[in-house]
């Protein structure tokens, strides 16, 4: 538990001092368009030891992907090849042949688990039930009872629409941190990141109270998608977003500071030394309209799975990927920043894959890699691609 007494504030830079740099590796981002973030102000417990499971983790840098063909057929995930395509990927990620061992790298028998779903753009695209319960398999292989492993998101309504608590094993508690809108009773009035970026009466984002209190391991299982204010939702927006409440504020059109909001969430104690395994779930790649569009022709059956304990050296591969598939569709970039890209009509974004509603903001990835959270240069990654 954390002592309520003792807890610490310090300010990170805004996009403009931090991030700089990374502008000029990408010729379509105009600096002059995005106003500078303003700092903001993290309020966390003062003396917490990091933990070397956290962010970024055992295994800083490497990435394991791994995708099969049979992995998604006709929109149905196969459980059975997504169980082959885990226990794989965890061998390799972790170097340890028996799949209990390698689970238990990251989870032991007194551990309360926390599984951060992603079911924002259900039922069209979200994390797979059938990834869920594998990982819940292989938690509980490692010794934790099923009652001590919450399946959990901020949304209720969203798992709701998900159906989860019908698809994840008995026992297994699915948790909803807000049963409805603005409800704030689920969060932590100690934890909170503090800006004020539109002039927004409320400036405070607080942390999930089961993430500061409840949970002492997190894994966090985000989907690969395109996202019309950060780019990207990926490992880094799955968590931070997912546990922090008021994060809408960040973003009014067309500006997005997302980052390096993202960030910075994904920085904060406890939170960052909790999330010990990322499992992103690449089984269908929304490539525009993200987080919420159902429109099929963006989604892509890839059939990929990928492991690692770096949140940013995957996100940037993923980046690569939406990147790569938006190329071949020819619209334009993620990092695009031409003003007759926008719009303000939410039905023409969703069909169009060349209008957007903000400038994106990809380069939050890169911002959470200077803040230590991982390795967001491609060359600098171990990328250990596996087929079947």
Known sequence: MIDRRQFMKRTCAGGLALYLDHWATSPAYGQDLIPPAPPINVNEPAGTQRSPLGMPGLYPGRVVEITDSRAIVNNRVSQPVIQKMLERALRELTGVKDIREAWSKFVEPRD???IKINPSGAPACCSSP???REIVAGVNSAGVPLQNIHVYDRYAYEIDVGSYQTLVPLGVRVVGVEDRKLDRSGYDSNIFCEANFFGEWETRSYMASI????????????TMKDHSAAGVTGCLKNLGYGTFNNVDRSHRRPFSFTDPLIGVMCSVEPLRS???LHIMDGMRMLWHG???NQN???IFPAGILMVGTD???M???ELDKIESKRNKEGVPSVWSRDPKSLTNNGNEFYEDATKNLFYRQPHHIAAAGKLGLGTSDLKLIDHRVLGV
Do not use: Q, R
């Not at 993430?211 to 299982?221: A, G, P, Q, Y």
């Open 112 to 114: 309360i688990v926390g």
């Open 130 to 132: 059938e990834i869920v």
């Open 211 to 222: 993430v500061s209190s409840d949970l002492t391991k997190i894994i966090n299982v985000p």
């Open 274 to 276: 909790k999330a010990v």
């Open 290 to 292: 993200g987080p919420l």
């Open 296 to 298: 099929p022709k963006f």
């Open 311 to 313: 949140p940013v050296a």
């Open 315 to 317: 996100d940037t591969i």
